[in-house]
């Protein structure tokens, strides 16, 4: 049976370093940050969507042993001759008949009937794996939205110690009279703000935390931070390679089942063109001559055959509609898959440029352009403006980091399996750990 363990979507995100929390408020040294394998075992144990599958496995194998049962034996009772006239006026000339009856199946019809059913039952146990993947999907978004909304923080307050070293220079600049008063002010105007975007920012990561925990039933965030790095992807893989594992995934083994049903279906209703028998046997007590006599009985139903055909024919054509489907759905799949794969290949891309050759080039500039401010060769708008390339840089290579996470826990969903085994290596590159540049 497809198991879906921990690690099933965590290949998305790679656990293994943390986006540290400059000045959080609420960090807390004792407490662990938390990984996407936790995250993961918490929703599968206790989330609430998952819980209503063992009632259903429980309600399908009462169905199967209802099916399993045997055609019920009937006992009946009939008097004839009572109550009439002449001779048969009153109780003299009844005659009592008393009976068991039994129908017996012919055609191997329990056994079809019972496999059916089980049929049913392995329906419901992929229809829990394709939940449990939905769960995983969205544990994975909802930690990927952590990981993002803690870089967010760190960016803003990154933008805060700038801004605030900022007001420094100035007030120095405006002290030995090399800078106006309304220079000083803008940038105390542009601190002040940046405190917003930070408190925005933390806004939107507790919000963030609340909804993850939301998915093992959690009233509130037992943890402080989640432990990630939103800046590292798996090498990619060739697209024919994931393609050929669309077939795994549990959508399409819901295909696979609702295929067995449909052949067991047909296989019951096709037995219907075989009658039962209904034999019965008894006792008749004769009143009038105070006699016993057994008394048995046959009965077969007439044109079977054509009274089935109506159902042999709707059975097939439900069949046939699953192959149908199931080759659509596929054909959907592949281009679904296709899509964010190249999505995914340019969100790589754009990352690895942001990080590698955008950023450090513009912290050199910001440095420069700093140094420069200090000796009185750039104004305040040259630096404001190295200081927001700066920021907003990064703040892309979050968006574009973000995203690609994102389309990735996407492809993993959708081919059902992740897209790497084991650890990753560590990355070189953690923009959340990087001191303000100038600093």
């Known amino acids: 049976m497809f198991l879906i363990r921990a690690r099933t979507l965590s ?43 063992a009632f259903s496995l429980k309600a399908q194998e009462a169905r199967i042993a209802q099916a399993d049962q045997r055609p019920v034996t009937e006992a009946s009772f009939e008097l004839e001759n009572v109550l009439g006239s002449g001779d048969y006026r009153g109780l003299d000339a009844v005659e009592a008949t008393m ?57 803003a307050q990154q933008g805060t110690t700038l801004a605030k070293s900022t007001v420094d220079d100035v007030a120095l600049r405006v002290r030995a009279a090399k800078s106006p008063e309304g220079e000083l002010l803008r940038s105390r105007a542009a601190f002040s703000r940046s405190g ?29 931070a989640v432990r990630a790095d939103l800046y ?10 994931l393609a050929a594992r669309l077939d795994g995934n549990p959508d399409f083994l819901r295909f696979v089942s609702a295929a067995r049903l449909r052949d067991a279906e047909l296989r019951l209703v096709s037995s219907l ?23 048995m009985g046959i009965s077969v139903p007439l044109f079977s055959g054509r009274r089935a055909a109506p159902a042999i024919a709707e059975a097939t054509a439900l069949r046939e509609l699953v192959d149908v489907e199931r080759d659509a759905a596929r054909i959907q799949a592949r281009t679904q898959l296709y899509g964010l794969y190249e999505q995914l290949r340019q969100a790589i891309r754009e990352t690895e440029t942001l990080q590698r050759d955008v950023m450090p080039q513009l912290e050199e500039a910001l440095k420069a352009t700093k140094y420069a401010y200090e000796r009185g060769r750039y104004g305040y708008l040259e630096l404001v ?10 703040a892309a ?23 790497v085994d084991g650890e990753r290596p560590a990355s070189p590159v953690s923009s959340g750990s990087a001191p303000a540049p100038g600093q």
């Open 99 to 155: 009976a068991l009856s039994q129908v017996i199946e012919l055609g191997d019809k329990r056994q079809l009937r019972k496999a059916a059913a089980q049929s049913g039952r392995e329906i419901l146990s992929v229809e829990r794996q394709a939940a449990q993947l939905d769960v995983l999907a969205e544990v994975t978004r909802r930690f990927i939205a952590v990981a993002a909304a803690q870089e967010q923080l760190a960016l």
């Open 232 to 241: 590292r992807f798996p090498p990619l893989q060739d697209f024919d390679n």
């Open 11 to 53: 290949a998305c995100l790679l656990i293994v370093g943390l986006s540290p929390l400059v000045g959080h408020a609420e960090q807390a040294d004792s407490v662990a940050p938390l990984t996407l394998g936790q995250a993961i075992e918490r929703a599968l144990a206790a989330n609430p969507a998952l819980q209503g599958f």
């Open 397 to 419: 290579a979050i968006d574009s980091a973000t995203d690609g996470q994102e389309i990735l826990a996407e492809i993993e969903r959708l081919t059902g399996e992740p897209l």
């Open 385 to 394: 403006d190295a200081q927001r390339s700066f920021l907003d840089a990064r």
């Open 196 to 224: 917003i975007d930070e408190q925005r920012a933390m806004a939107d990561l507790r919000a963030a935390r609340q909804r993850l925990a939301a998915m093992w039933a959690s009233a509130r965030p037992d943890y402080i």
């Open 273 to 295: 063109r075989r009658p039962d028998l209904s034999v019965s046997g008894g006792i008749r007590r004769l009143e009038a001559t105070e006699d016993q006599a057994l008394v």
